[in-house]
């Protein structure tokens, strides 16, 4: 993952903003021009939606498949429409959302000593169970780092200690930025 200057994160929310509206106007996704070199590399990314201080989804892609800007703008529209913990976002809730993207660094495997709170993301996996959680979460909660590893764990569905038995660590950075407000109110939902 590149670093993003300020403009590549303003166009990835743009970007996703505008999908977002698209496919509320017309249930698909609408085409955009490709972007900047550096939202054209394969990169992860997670796209969170917020309604005030309300999580309302969050989905996203661990590997590096699609240019980062498609990346986004698929995971906002499902983010919105596909998250199974929420009922999908409509028309009129999409000028109150607050867009937040997660753009990631590859996956590596690390050792529980080494996780950073706030630094690192966490995929452990075990089997077929696996569980992630963005770096944000962890400082969000003021979790310690075995708390982080425990959370993780119970987010793949397995033991809270599966860190300490078996199940794979794997760690990621995120650089993560999200919509003032002043961006959200100048596009709003068409």
């Known amino acids: 993952m590149l670093p993003l200057s300020e403009n590549d994160q303003c166009v990835l929310l743009r970007l996703a903003r505008e999908a977002l509206a698209g496919y509320m106007s017309s249930g698909q996704i609408p085409a955009a021009e490709e972007s900047a070199e550096a ?14 201080k309300n999580l309302r989804g969050c989905i996203g892609v661990i590997e590096a498949i699609k240019p980062l800007y498609q990346t986004v703008r698929e995971c906002a529209v499902w983010a919105a429409v596909q998250d199974p ?20 660094s590859p996956l590596f495997d690390i050792s529980p000593e ?60 995120a650089q993560v930025f999200e919509e003032a407000h002043a961006a959200r109110t100048s596009h709003p939902a068409a």
Do not use: M, Y
């Open 39 to 52: 939202l054209c590399q394969p990169c992860g990314a997670f796209v969170t939606l917020h309604r005030g």
């Open 85 to 104: 913990r929420f009922p999908p976002v409509t028309k009129d809730e999409l000028a109150g959302l607050n867009l937040e993207i997660s753009a990631l």
């Open 114 to 173: 080494k996780v950073e709170v706030g630094r690192h993301g966490l995929l452990i996996s075990h089997g077929a169970l696996r569980g992630l959680l963005l770096p944000q979460v962890a400082a969000e909660w003021k979790w310690d780092s075995r708390r982080f590893l425990e959370e993780t764990c119970r987010k793949a569905r397995l033991p809270a200690d599966a860190w300490r038995n078996g199940a794979r660590i794997q760690a990621f950075t």
